[in-house]
């Protein structure tokens, strides 16, 4: 039986990584191991040929200024409720995500408001670049958040596949920043909304916060590191308490601990399933998954650990979650990039419709998948990257025509923003969906290495 699954294993392995030319693919170069049989014998076993040594933050103890952040990170006394802090909704035991399955949480003074995006993990977040258009894969040292916008207007449309990013090289891509529409560059600035906003922890203005703080039973370690007269000026003390927030997130090596078995499968150290090395395979394929042309799985050639996004934003036209209240007005509709929240970009129309891509790392804790939340299973997110264009059916409601009514959380004036470039959304109705079930079964495997906490059997 193991001798079968290995055979098997060794002529699926080969068989994608001719088809989808993963020769290039560096540091675990499948080409040599085709060449090389015993590389192909350890591949086959479930080990990494090619282990690599990942770069990971240090663990250090917390400085003065993280310790008081993760004081306020806590704090329920900073909402008007008195019962919501920043842990309530990124709950660090998943992985800083929500603790259930709910589109979205409740804030407000009585908890009875409903948010309007799902809750992201933080976890993962410290190398997350500042919001800004330019070129696909490049750092552009010349562009900056001004200049940015206008050159992207009526920029090309960049295609991508998990092997080549050269034809998407030319194209300017929106990029990077916090929130699913990066509308925050910092953590510092970020803090600010959600401890304001009247839907989540409703702290009020920026005096009532730092009334707030005034009060807090880390008032006194506030006041010493920031000097006796900090409560003095309002804006100076919460711009303080949201610095020192940023710092616990930075510092805290749980928000970026890089224990998955993934991580240690990449150095050697963990042995995957055959089925999650299947799933490694189709997630890598262009043809069939694709998810690694946009959740990056390679380390870096200095070490860093994958983060399985590449910061970009795209419209997958998930469908409309009608248990989400504010989707109770049909005139309603999230844009992302181009509103409700940010505005700087309502008449770049071109990328109405664009989320951020998050990262992977810890997806098979989650129970609400998208930006509003409309699934609660991984199982029910392959189905939409299967069928979205080959039984669209099973993913948009119908309309009286019996037609199903294709990104439906969308005005039908963007709808033409959906990504239809890239696999998996190539199919055609009632043609092939990209993955079979096995092959949606084995992704959703490699997924669960993804999860924080793993013990490689030999020791870390
Ligand atoms: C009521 C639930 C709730 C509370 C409380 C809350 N958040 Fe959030 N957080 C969210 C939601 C929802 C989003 C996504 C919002 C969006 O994209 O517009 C988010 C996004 C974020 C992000 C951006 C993550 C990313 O992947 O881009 C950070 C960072 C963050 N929150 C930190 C905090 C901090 C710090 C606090 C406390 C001061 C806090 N949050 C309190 C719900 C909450
Ligand atoms: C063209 C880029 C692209 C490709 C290809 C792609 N994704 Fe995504 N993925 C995204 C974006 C963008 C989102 C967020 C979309 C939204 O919320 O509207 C997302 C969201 C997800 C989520 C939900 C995560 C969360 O925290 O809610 C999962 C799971 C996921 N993708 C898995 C996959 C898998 C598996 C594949 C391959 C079958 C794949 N993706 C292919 C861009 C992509």
């Known amino acids: 039986m193991r001798g079968i699954t290995r055979a098997g294993l060794i002529l699926v392995a080969i068989l994608a990584a001719a088809a989808a030319g993963l020769a290039a693919w560096s540091p675990l170069p499948l080409a040599e191991w085709l060449r090389d049989p015993r590389a192909a014998f350890f591949y086959a076993e479930g080990w990494n040929p090619y282990p690599v040594r990942l770069l990971r933050p240090m663990p250090a103890p917390l400085s003065a200024m993280a310790q008081l952040g993760k004081k306020i990170f806590f704090d329920p006394g900073l909402s008007s409720s008195r019962r919501l802090s920043c842990a309530s909704c990124h709950v ?11 589109p979205a949480m409740f804030g407000g003074q009585a908890l009875t408001l409903q948010g309007v995006r799902a809750v992201p993990s ?37 295609g991508k596949t998990a092997q080549n990013s050269v034809n998407a090289a030319a194209g300017l891509v929106p990029q990077g920043g916090l929130f699913w529409d990066g509308r925050a560059d910092t953590l510092q600035n970020q803090a600010l909304i959600p401890l304001s906003s009247p839907f989540e922890m409703d702290g009020g203005s920026v005096a009532e916060i730092a009334a707030r703080l005034a009060r807090a039973s880390y008032a006194p370690a506030f006041a010493r590191l920031f000097g006796p007269s900090v409560f003095s000026d309002a804006q100076m003390a919460v711009a303080e308490a949201m610095f020192a927030v940023a710092r616990y997130q930075i510092e805290d090596i749980d928000f970026h601990p890089y224990t998955s078995k993934f991580d240690f499968w990449l150095e050697g150290k963990a042995r995957m399933s055959p089925a999650e090395l299947r799933g490694f395979l189709v997630f890598n394929d262009p043809h069939k998954g694709n998810c690694a ?13 994958p983060l399985f996004t590449d910061h970009q934003f795209e419209a997958l036209g998930v469908p409309r ?4 209240a504010v989707n109770r007005d049909p005139s309603y509709f999230d844009l992302g990039l181009c509103g409700p929240f940010r505005t700087d970009m309502k008449t770049m129309t071109q990328y109405c419709g664009f989320f951020a891509t998050p990262s992977l790392r810890n997806v098979a804790r989650r129970r609400t998948f998208f930006h509003n939340g409309i699934y609660n299973s991984l199982q029910q997110v392959l189905d939409f990257y299967d069928f979205r264009d080959t039984y669209p059916e099973k993913v948009y409601p119908d309309t009286r025509k019996m037609k199903p009514d294709m990104y ?28 079979a079930a096995q092959e949606v079964q084995d992704v959703i495997a490699f997924l669960g290495t993804l999860t924080d906490g793993y013990r490689p059997p030999g020791g870390t």
């Open 122 to 158: 933080l976890r993962y977040l410290e190398r997350q670049p500042n919001f800004g258009i330019g070129p696909d894969n490049a750092e552009d040292e010349t562009a900056n958040r001004s200049t940015m916008p206008p050159r992207g207007a009526g920029a090309p449309r960049a």
């Open 92 to 102: 660090p035991r998943d992985a800083y995500g929500p603790a259930g399955a709910l």
């Open 293 to 305: 042309a946009c959740h990056l799985d390679r380390p870096g050639a200095d070490g860093l650990p």
């Open 408 to 435: 439906n959380d969308l005005p039908q004036r963007y709808r033409s923003n959906v990504d239809k470039l890239d696999a998996p959304f190539t199919g055609t109705p009632s043609g092939q969906p990209p993955l």
């Open 321 to 324: 979650n009608p248990a989400l």
